[in-house]
C-alpha cells in the first residue's frame, strides 16, 4: 500500500534557525507530492506541489522542498523560520487518482 | 473567488444518531474529497466523487457514505455514529484533473457524546 512519512513529529526552533522537515513516500505509479501547512484554528493550505521537472520546487512564505527520486525523499526546507511559520505541516502523496496520503504530520513550534 | 465552503462549522451528536455534512467545492470545481482528521490516525481519506458518480473510496465503514449533485455540492452522511467517529471532516475540491491541486475548506468538527 502506497505510504507516506514524516519523521519528525515535533519541532521546536528560535526564529532564523534553518528548518528541515523530512518526507519519505513510498515506491510505485504516478507519484505527485505536496507539502500543505495548517496554521491554528485555519485549513489546510499549499505551500507546494511537484508533478514533474525540476525537482528543486519552490512555494509560498519561502518555503522549498527537494524531489529526490533515490531516496524517495520529498524534504521541505526554509533558511530562515519566523514565529509566524508556527503551524503543522503535512507531506501529501498524490498518483493517478485524486485520492491524497498524508503523512502524520510535523508540529512546528517557532520561539520568537 | 469564494473557497471551499463547509457547513456547519461545528456539531455534536449522540451516539446512534446519524449526521449529514455539506461541502459546496470552488465554482468550476468538479471533483470533491472527504477527509476525516483524528488525532491518532491523522488524515484519512474517505472517498471521492466526481460529476456525481463515486470515483474513489477509502477503507472506512459502510455508515460512512456520500453524494454530488448535479451543481458539484456534496453531503456525506454517517450513520449510527460512535464515539470514533468524533473527528475533524475536510472537504477538498478540485478543478477535475487526477493529479491536480486540492483546496481544502475549513471542516466541519463532528463531536459524538
Known amino acids: 500500500a502506497q505510504s507516506v512519512s514524516q519523521h519528525n513529529h515535533h519541532v521546536i526552533l528560535s526564529e532564523a534557525a534553518s528548518l528541515e522537515l523530512g518526507c519519505n513516500y513510498s515506491?510505485?505509479?504516478?507519484?505527485?507530492l505536496f507539502w500543505y501547512v495548517q496554521y491554528p484554528g485555519q485549513h489546510l493550505q499549499l505551500l507546494l506541489k511537484?508533478?514533474?521537472?525540476?525537482?528543486l520546487v519552490k512555494g509560498i512564505k519561502g518555503f522549498e522542498a527537494e524531489f529526490i527520486k533515490s531516496k524517495f525523499s520529498f524534504n521541505l526546507r526554509k533558511p530562515s523560520v519566523q514565529w509566524s511559520d508556527t503551524a503543522e505541516y503535512f507531506c501529501?502523496?498524490?498518483?493517478?487518482?485524486?485520492?491524497?496520503?498524508f503523512g502524520t504530520g510535523t508540529l512546528l513550534a517557532v520561539q520568537p | 473567488k469564494a473557497g471551499v465552503t463547509q457547513t456547519p462549522r461545528y456539531l455534536i451528536k449522540t451516539r446512534g444518531q446519524q449526521v449529514t455534512l455539506s461541502c459546496s467545492p470552488i465554482?468550476?470545481?468538479?471533483?470533491v474529497s472527504w477527509y476525516q482528521q483524528t488525532p491518532g490516525q491523522g488524515l484519512q481519506f474517505l472517498f471521492e466523487?466526481?460529476?456525481?458518480?463515486?470515483?474513489n473510496k477509502g477503507n472506512f465503514p459502510g455508515r460512512f457514505s456520500g453524494r454530488q449533485f448535479s451543481n458539484s455540492r456534496s453531503e456525506m452522511n454517517v450513520s449510527t455514529l460512535e464515539l470514533g467517529d468524533s473527528a475533524l471532516y475536510l472537504c477538498?475540491?478540485?478543478?477535475?484533473?487526477?493529479?491536480?491541486?486540492?483546496?481544502f475548506g475549513q471542516g466541519t468538527r463532528l463531536t459524538v457524546v
Open positions: 477538498a475540491s478540485r478543478i477535475g484533473d487526477r493529479g491536480t491541486e486540492a483546496f
Open positions: 515506491y510505485g505509479g504516478t507519484v505527485n
Open positions: 511537484y508533478f514533474s521537472g525540476d525537482p
Open positions: 501529501a502523496r498524490g498518483g493517478a487518482t485524486n485520492k491524497l496520503i
Open positions: 465554482s468550476g470545481h468538479r471533483s
Open positions: 466523487y466526481f460529476s456525481e458518480t463515486q470515483r
